[in-house]
């Protein structure tokens, strides 16, 4: 019995240094507050479903049902609920792997919700709701940390909390409550997203402008998450791994949360890249969008007016850019969709891996490896410069083997380089080596350049996880 009991010391020791292990790389928490049309069509639960298995990573102020033009006079709030009990068996095991999960309690203090109307006429006097008096407070916090309002149908609940703001604060005030937020909205669902934009020019807004009617999901960003065979076209992208087959093996076999995420009928999980943008893997950096991420990639423009927009945009915004990427046909792909399909092996085994945590003991899943560089991760040099990089010090808390791969990512620098596929200018010597170099290159116009370094395990599911070098060059 004593040897049993020193065994089972010994056992949670182990675990507790492991998840403290992953723990230490964990970054400070995004604040977050998401509202959904949950049960116009599949794809919010299905969102809701991928969104709970990384909600360590936030802290959630509120997940409000409400209306959009699919959905026009009913929220359910009642499928936020279902979805959040099904997390709740699962939430125990989910910290077998990493802590920081939030408890039943604390997310069912989260749930609330929007008026049952559409639109503009959800705002004014008398239309307050519990979703837009809560997103009010949870803006008022006395927290540094700028609050996204992550939007997966309609922002009318939004627009409501900025107009009533509008309306009893001083000028001051209401600058200063804009300047905590940051949207990333699933284009425009109702009209309230364009009298948002144009009311409230200096709101830091993410958006693929357009109206379902008028054809835009079909040229949205967000809409690379899946959308091959339906919106967007995205040829390059890895179907298979998107489409029914896939999702039943890989997630909705796997226990009670698993069993929540509903069959594909249009898309998989359009709303996804709202907050996988926001997830911590070395690669996304919320306060800049058009660096690059799992959620797509955006730049700050004015875009001019399309037949799918609701109406002209009056402001710039983070909005659409193509990036050119190999894709999975073994062609060149230079589109605003493929800034988020590039990422898609990685961020569905991410899926499949922490779906595997809702059921399986530590020592039975696999866990993103730890990406590390060992030189600045800002670097300045001239042209004709050797620029060394070194990965020294990544490692895998399972003990899996790790491989490297650094690619030079093009679009988000200002070097006056090619496209991914014409640019023969820079080449990374080694790329597939844990130490690897280039030759800092000299062009007419200098400018910085982004490399990205991967590095993945040979888990089952692989995983990657990623650090990001820029390197300033001058003549």
């Known amino acids: 019995m004593k040897t049993i009991k020193i065994l089972l010391m010994l056992l949670v020791v182990n675990t507790t240094l492991v998840v403290g292990a992953n723990s230490a790389n964990l970054p400070e928490k995004q604040r977050i507050f998401i509202l959904t049309d949950i049960e116009n069509e599949p794809d919010d639960a299905m969102s809701l479903v991928r969104f709970l298995l990384y909600s360590n990573q936030f ?19 009642w499928r936020i609920k279902e979805i959040v009990e ?35 006429s959800a705002v004014g006097e008398g239309k307050d709701s519990p979703a837009s008096e809560k997103l009010i407070a949870a803006v008022d916090k006395n927290d540094d940390r700028p609050l996204w309002v992550t939007v997966w149908g309609g922002p009318n609940v939004l627009a409501q909390a900025l107009w009533k703001v509008k309306q009893t604060r001083t000028e001051e005030e209401l600058d200063e409550f804009v300047s905590k937020i940051r949207v990333y909205t699933i284009s425009d669902q109702d009209n309230s997203g364009p009298w948002i934009r144009k009311t409230f020019k200096d709101l830091f807004y993410v958006a693929s402008p357009g109206y379902h009617r008028y054809g835009g999901y079909h040229h949205a960003t967000w809409s690379g998450i899946s959308g091959d065979y339906f919106h967007a076209r995205c040829d390059g992208g890895n179907f298979e791994i998107v489409d029914n087959p896939w999702l039943d093996m890989h997630i909705r076999s796997k226990g009670p949360l698993g069993a929540e995420y509903p069959q594909v009928e249009y898309l998989m999980e359009g709303d996804s890249p709202s907050f996988m943008f926001l997830i911590n893997n070395g690669l996304n950096n919320p306060d800049r969008p058009d660096w690059g991420g799992w959620g797509g990639r955006y730049e700050l423009y004015q875009p001019r007016f399309e037949k799918w927009f609701l109406e002209p945009e009056t402001r710039p915004l983070y909005t659409n850019v193509a990036d050119e990427v190999m894709g999975h046909d073994g062609r060149w792909h230079d589109t605003n969709h493929a800034t988020i399909w590039r990422w898609r092996e990685h961020f569905q085994n991410d899926f499949a891996a922490r779906m595997d945590w809702t059921i399986k003991p530590y020592e039975e899943a696999n866990h993103p490896p730890i990406a590390k560089v060992a030189t600045e991760k800002y670097i300045t040099v001239k042209s004709n410069e050797r620029v060394s990089l070194s990965a020294e010090g990544s490692e895998d808390s399972d ?26 200018a820079v080449k990374i010597n080694d790329d597939d080596k844990k130490n690897a170099w280039f030759t800092a290159p000299r062009m007419g116009n200098m400018g910085t350049m982004h490399i990205i370094l991967m590095v993945t395990d040979d888990g089952t599911p692989s995983l990657t996880r990623y650090q990001r070098v820029i390197v300033e060059v001058e003549k």
């Open 399 to 424: 003990g899996d083997n790790l491989t490297y791969k650094w690619i030079h990512y093009g679009e988000p620098g200002t070097f006056a380089l090619g496209t991914a596929r014409t640019a023969h």
């Open 59 to 77: 802290d959630i102020e509120g997940i409000a049902a409400t209306t959009s033009i699919h959905q026009r006079d009913q929220i359910a709030t």
């Open 86 to 120: 099904a997390y709740a068996k699962v939430r125990d095991n989910l910290i077998l792997h990493e802590p920081g999960f939030p408890t039943y309690d604390q997310l069912q203090a989260c749930i609330t919700e929007g008026l049952p109307e559409f639109g503009m």
